[in-house]
């Protein structure tokens, strides 16, 4: 195992379940039943952040008219919640997570999502017992792209950032861990995959398809 990196630290939506295909989906849905298209170009800017992109008020723009926000919030909310509970842990997830537990690695989870939305997906799948530390946009000023999460977590992980992993899905996430000073693993979803990355350190079709001492392999590989 690499001696230069001691933690890994996950991205949340789109990276351990696919929350992110879900919510577009909806509002997809939604934009076409008033005759409109809700677009990757618009879309792409609400990934792995919070506030970068806003379907309400782009929808009242493109039909010239405005719509119930509060209605519509609530029935996002609540089809989110009801698509997501059947999603499954995204492949290899759970045997990296282990396999990196069995390495010593301390883990943390940096989602720019709130806790309580978080806390319950992890509880579900029975993930809590591999993370010594969960950041949310509940604990920071500024979510990703700028570094405050990442560098939370390395705080709460008692570890350098320079000593940290990042796991994720969209460019957002990346630029995040890059102004971070860690590595990153870049692991596109289908949301995502068409996206240009900045620059990660390594990318996978799938956490399924390397093994986590692989990886540290591979990364490693990076300082030399």
Request: hydrophobic share 45%.
């Amino acid at each position: 195992m690499p001696l230069s990196i001691s933690s890994v630290i996950f991205d949340f939506d789109g990276l351990i379940i696919d929350s992110e295909t879900p919510l577009f989906d909806i509002w997809a849905s939604i934009y076409a039943r008033h005759g409109a298209t809700l677009a990757m170009d618009h879309w792409q800017h609400a990934l792995g952040t919070q506030g970068g992109f806003d379907p309400f008020e782009h929808l009242s723009t493109t039909l010239a008219k405005t719509v119930d926000r509060e209605t519509l919030a609530a029935f996002v909310r609540d089809e989110h919640w009801r698509l997501c509970g059947d999603q499954p842990l995204l492949p290899g997830v759970r045997e990296r997570l282990g396999e990196a537990r069995a390495l010593s690695l301390r883990l943390a989870v940096a989602s720019s999502s709130p806790s309580a939305w978080v806390q319950p997906w992890l509880e579900r799948h029975d993930l809590i017992p591999f993370f010594d530390a969960v950041c949310t946009r509940d604990d920071v000023e500024r979510v990703k792209p700028a570094p405050d999460l990442f560098l939370l977590a390395a705080e709460r992980l008692r570890v350098e950032p320079a000593a940290c992993v990042v796991f994720e899905d969209s460019p957002n996430g990346l630029h995040a861990a890059h102004a971070a000073g860690m590595k990153s693993v870049a692991i596109p979803n289908g949301l995502t995959r068409g996206l240009p990355m900045p620059a990660p350190h390594l990318v996978l079709d799938s956490m399924a398809d390397m093994t986590m001492a692989d990886i540290l392999a591979r990364l490693d590989q990076v300082d030399r």
